[in-house]
């Protein structure tokens, strides 16, 4: 067995690995470098070209895989850096793209708004497996940030290889059950894929229900304000949306969507039946106009959901700061941050002239009134000792985060350098 790693072994993003045996490829995520290029939730990837995309190292480089034969692409979930980079390499390979429901329609659509078609078939995957060539792939759903997040699991001659996509062990989130150890421990794994994004942080992430807790108890607090409450998390973050729209009812405020992506990501959680809140959702510009008139006219009556929690300036929120809107924030309005700043330099400055224009504006701020959709040490460890898998290989991250995920490795019996393979976008290590 042979393993590639692509991308996502030097930074946060672009994320893709592959995995060959018995001369078939079967790639593992194709995703998109977010900080690279000022890309918002609502920026139109369209008007950049696939060869500028490559050459600022927003999208992975696939010249490994060139003359080899790919059989399959699979996604583990919908973020960007998993997904984001398939509408413009996959068509370089004649193969399916496989996935769970969720992430393979936000694709759908993405693939939709791409300049020329793409032809690759998408093969939607349920409880049940499917043989590739010399690969027996299946999901194991797992908690994340956004639905339908998956471990990938391939069986070959060779071995298992798990493959964890983002995960946490999130014992109590709503619109997913928590991981199933008992399907895991059946496996014979001979190598873990494993995401490392927040293995230095010591301890448990706290489960989604804190964040809930936390929204809601500040919006409890504040129920009385006759000012404007406008809040803001992350587009795909749907069982967070979900329950700021739950909360905006009990305090009696009418909740409202707006923004393009946000209103993607959730009216497709509407559709597919993933939650059973509809809600106003105001997603083209000369629409948002009309609304937010009117919700100027009558700011106690509204809870504003919006996009534009990295500060990005094209996002609703800094439109809102910006003036862009018949809509002007004032002294005592509110505004939530259910979120975190993602740590690059472009979002910690986009960031920092949003909070300094709603200082100035007066506006009452709250921030981090969110729990990470990552697992910590203690969760990598659980999953490692579950697994016990021969190999491990530690992706998704920056160099320091890859080795952090060594270290625990190490601690839990594994040689580094033998067991543990710390690989560069690139390189290629055969087991
Ligand atoms: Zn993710």
Redesign the pocket.
């Known amino acids: 067995m042979k393993v590639y790693s692509l991308g996502g072994y030097e930074e946060v993003g672009k994320n893709m690995t592959a995995i060959e045996v018995d001369g078939s490829v079967l790639i593992l995520d194709m995703g998109i470098r977010l900080d690279r290029i000022m890309i918002g939730e609502d920026t139109n990837l369209q008007n950049i070209t696939t060869k500028e995309l490559s050459r600022i190292g927003a999208i992975p480089d696939i010249t490994p895989l060139r003359r080899k034969k790919v059989v399959g692409i699979v996604v583990?979930?919908g973020?960007l850096?998993?997904i984001g980079a398939i509408p413009r390499l996959a068509k370089r390979f004649k193969c399916p793209i496989i996935g769970r429901p969720y992430p393979l329609k936000l694709l759908a659509s993405m693939l939709k708004e791409e300049p020329t078609a793409v032809p690759n078939p998408l093969f939607e995957l349920f409880e049940t497996s499917i043989t590739i060539g010399p690969f027996e792939i299946s999901m194991v759903p797992v908690t994340?940030?956004?639905p339908q997040?998956s471990f990938v699991i391939v069986q070959t001659k060779e071995g298992d290889v798990v493959f964890t996509?983002?995960y946490k062990l999130d014992e109590h989130q709503e619109l997913q059950k928590p991981l199933s150890f008992s399907k895991l421990k059946r496996l014979d794994v001979k190598l873990l894929i494993t995401d490392t994004t927040n293995v230095a942080i010591e301890g448990m992430t706290p489960s989604e229900r804190v964040a809930k807790t936390m929204v809601g108890d500040y919006l409890r607090m504040i129920e009385d304000s006759p000012h404007a409450i406008v809040s803001t998390t992350f587009s795909s973050q749907i069982e967070r949306i979900h329950t700021i729209i739950e909360e905006a009812e009990r305090i009696n405020r009418k909740p409202v969507l707006i923004g393009k992506s946000m209103c993607k990501y959730y009216g497709l959680a509407v559709d597919m039946g993933i939650v059973d809140k509809p809600v106003q959702m105001i997603r083209k510009r000369d629409a948002m106009s009309g609304a937010l008139k009117d919700i100027h006219q009558h700011k106690k009556d509204f809870l504003v959901i919006t996009t534009g929690s990295q500060g990005e300036r094209d996002a609703v929120l800094s439109r809102l700061t910006d003036g862009k809107f018949p809509f002007s924030f004032e002294r005592g309005d509110n505004v939530l941050f259910s979120s975190s700043i993602i740590p690059n330099p472009m979002n910690r400055a986009a960031r920092y002239r949003l909070d300094t224009k709603l200082k100035m504006q007066q506006v009452n701020v709250a921030k981090d009134l969110h729990v990470s959709?990552?697992a910590s040490r203690e969760e990598h460890r659980k999953v490692i000792r579950t697994l016990s898998p021969a190999y491990v290989l530690p992706c998704h991250g920056c160099p320091d985060m890859l080795i952090s995920m060594a270290e625990l490795c190490s601690e839990e019996g594994y040689e580094i350098g033998r067991q543990v393979i710390i690989n560069r976008n690139g390189q290629s290590a055969t087991i």
Request: glycine fraction near 16%; aromatic fraction near 0%.
């Open positions: 583990s979930h973020h850096d998993h994340h940030s956004i997040s996509g983002d959709g990552h």
